[in-house]
């Protein structure tokens, strides 16, 4: 995964504003902080996409009247705007930018990967999650990732072949959201991704820079060694790039819905490619042909009059978020701004106290009892808001004790999350609102590929122990047809009962830190949605700070006298938002640290 440490230059001035600034005043090449996407890297685009990226480097957000889409990369953001520019529905133009993320983007998400999605309706005012993770076969043991001595494996050994290889969600999911809320024509919503895999695309910097750094780790499976190495040599930038086989695979999505997937000859071939990987896994025709997506209750905690809602498990996303703002809820950080080190110092205690909770409780609440409304609780939040109300970092967190409807006791849990991962914000003409987080894990997943797609590496996301140090259960351990915990967040808040914010990111288990403090930025510091998603990100989640470089000495030093860790790291969030203004207008952003862009219409 594209990781290069490039400073960006941070303009410290006396408003929020000015410290967002510092993600739109300069420019590095992919795998910096800040990234200068320019329209001749991605081959031939609209008029409107090559306006959207001059308005993202100057660090503006795109404004429409009637719809937005942002979405991870410009080809794959107008193929939405295309949908909705023609009275397509969210849904509608999900299905297109999905599609052509998964060929564009495909170290990220697609067919072969799942996702979580949440829904608002603009006539019903109803809120909808569905659950589209991956689930592990009915094979799967507890042992899955553990040696013959019982000790658990390195990771990347786990995560590189079948093993790693849950059953696809994404497929079921954009049959699903099309079902419920489609207004377009199913077959025509692949016209583009069919087209550009059959014409080719134009390879970009973040894919071909990825695709180096990868070399040989990529080159263990035949198939994805011949298309992303053609003669043995990593695609270059700027190469036009083919996938007559991903075409094929899509006419038969169009053709026959979700079931062309999950059973035939696509799902033949992805029970091939996991068994017969050098580290073979024990997925089957049976669990293709059983997997369902899933819908499940929102999660929403109130903050500053706003209900910040998202999903809820079996992704920790929506809790934890929620668990961050809702111990920040009585802690005046409008006040205190954005360039204050308290402000950091609450965030990241507040973090660190969620991700406590998070490593603890939360897993596949179909499979483990959850106390979940407990984790959210406002009373219970207050008591654990209480704990952040002295100067300097907390010595120590440890997780709380949530009201439970049953008594459970749970392990710690230390399961790895790597990021890579996409999202999709999508407000449409008849004001549905749609927010999905979409994976295949690792940046490329498990390296196994069939169909002209990749294969996820989920089961990477299960505790590799089954127990911790104490001897207790550990709450996200494999189990047959169970669903992984994720870090995901896609999210929607809502004021009055009105969408007034669309917004997700990638990042492993960072993303919760990504979208909190976007939401923070929006709400507490005033910032537009351009400078919320691009303002510098500052995360904690187990007791280091982590810090993008070239953040003011005033305030690296004031959190270093709290006493935090500083640790200067890459921090490539991939914030996708839109707002909703008061009048009804839009208001869209997309991260500079990747390629994506915001449309509106």
């Known amino acids: 995964m594209a990781r290069a440490a490039l400073a960006i230059l941070l303009l410290l001035g006396s408003t929020p504003a000015a410290f967002a600034q510092q993600a739109t005043d300069a420019v590095a090449p992919e795998g910096a902080t800040a990234v200068e996407t320019r329209a001749d890297d991605l081959g031939p685009l609209t008029e409107a996409a090559r306006a959207a990226l001059a308005a993202k480097a100057e660090g503006r957000p795109v404004t429409g009247q009637d719809w937005m889409v942002s979405a991870a990369h410009p080809l794959a953001a107008e193929a939405g705007a295309k949908v909705l520019a023609a009275g397509g529905s969210a849904a509608d133009a999900m299905v297109a930018v999905q599609t052509v993320l998964g060929l564009v983007e495909p170290q990220s998400s697609g067919l072969g990967g799942g996702a979580f999605l949440v829904w608002h309706d603009g006539e019903t005012g109803a809120l909808t999650t569905l659950d589209a993770r991956e689930t592990a076969p009915m094979s799967a043991t507890p042992q899955l990732f553990l040696k013959p001595d019982g000790q658990p494996m390195e990771f990347m050994d786990a995560v590189v072949g079948g093993r790693s290889v849950g059953t696809p969600g994404t497929p079921a999911v954009l049959e699903a959201a099309h079902r419920r809320w489609g207004k377009a024509n199913w077959s025509g919503l692949f016209d583009d991704a069919i087209r550009l895999a059959e014409g080719g695309f134009t390879v970009s910097p973040r894919l071909a820079g990825m695709l180096a750094e990868e070399g040989e780790a990529l080159q263990a499976d035949p198939a994805t060694a011949a298309y992303f190495f053609p003669g043995g040599q990593a695609l270059a930038e700027g190469a036009n790039l083919k996938n007559p086989a991903y075409a094929a695979t899509l006419r038969k999505l169009a053709a026959e819905g979700a079931d062309g997937f999950y059973g035939g000859e696509i799902a033949e071939g992805i029970v091939a490619a996991v068994r017969g990987a050098d580290s073979p896994g024990g997925l089957s025709m049976g669990d293709l042909a059983a997997y369902r997506v899933v819908e499940r209750p929102a999660v929403c905690v109130e903050y500053r009059a706003h209900d910040v809602c998202g999903m809820g498990p079996p992704s920790s996303g929506g809790l934890t978020v929620g668990q961050i703002l809702g111990m920040l809820g009585g802690y005046d950080l409008a006040a205190l701004g954005a360039e204050n080190p308290e402000s950091w110092r609450l965030i990241g205690d507040a973090s660190r106290l969620a991700f406590a909770d998070r490593g603890r409780f ?81 940046g490329f997943g498990s390296r196994l590929m069939t169909g002209g797609f990749l294969l996820n590496n989920e089961l990477t996301d299960f505790s590799f122990e089954t127990h911790d140090e104490n001897g207790w259960p550990v709450a996200n351990a494999v189990a047959p047809g169970k669903r992984p915990r994720s870090s995901m967040a896609p999210t929607i808040v809502l004021k009055d009962g009105r969408p007034v914010m669309v917004i997700g990111s990638p990042g492993g288990s960072r993303i919760i830190g990504y979208v909190a403090r976007a939401i923070v930025a929006h709400l507490d510091w005033g910032m537009d949605i351009q400078k919320a998603v691009a303002a510098p990100n500052i995360v904690n989640r187990f007791g280091p700070m982590d810090i993008e470089a070239g ?51």
């Open 362 to 442: 939360m897993a596949d609440s179909d499979h483990v009892p959850m106390p979940t409304e407990g984790l959210i609780d406002p009373a219970y939040l207050a008591e654990r808001a209480k704990l952040l109300a002295g100067d300097d970092s907390l010595p120590e967190v440890s997780a709380g004790a949530p009201g439970w409807s049953h008594a459970m006791l749970w392990g710690q849990d230390a399961a790895l999350e790597l990021p890579s991962t996409t999202h999709i914000s999508i407000v449409d003409g008849d004001g549905n609102a749609l927010s999905m987080t979409t994976t295949i894990e690792n």
């Open 551 to 601: 953040l003011p000495a005033a305030l690296t030093e004031g959190l270093a006298a709290m006493g935090y860790e500083l640790n200067e790291t890459d921090l490539t969030s991939g914030l996708q938002g839109i707002v909703i203004r008061p009048d009804g207008t839009l208001s869209g952003g997309a991260d500079p640290r990747r390629e994506g862009i915001a449309l509106g219409g």
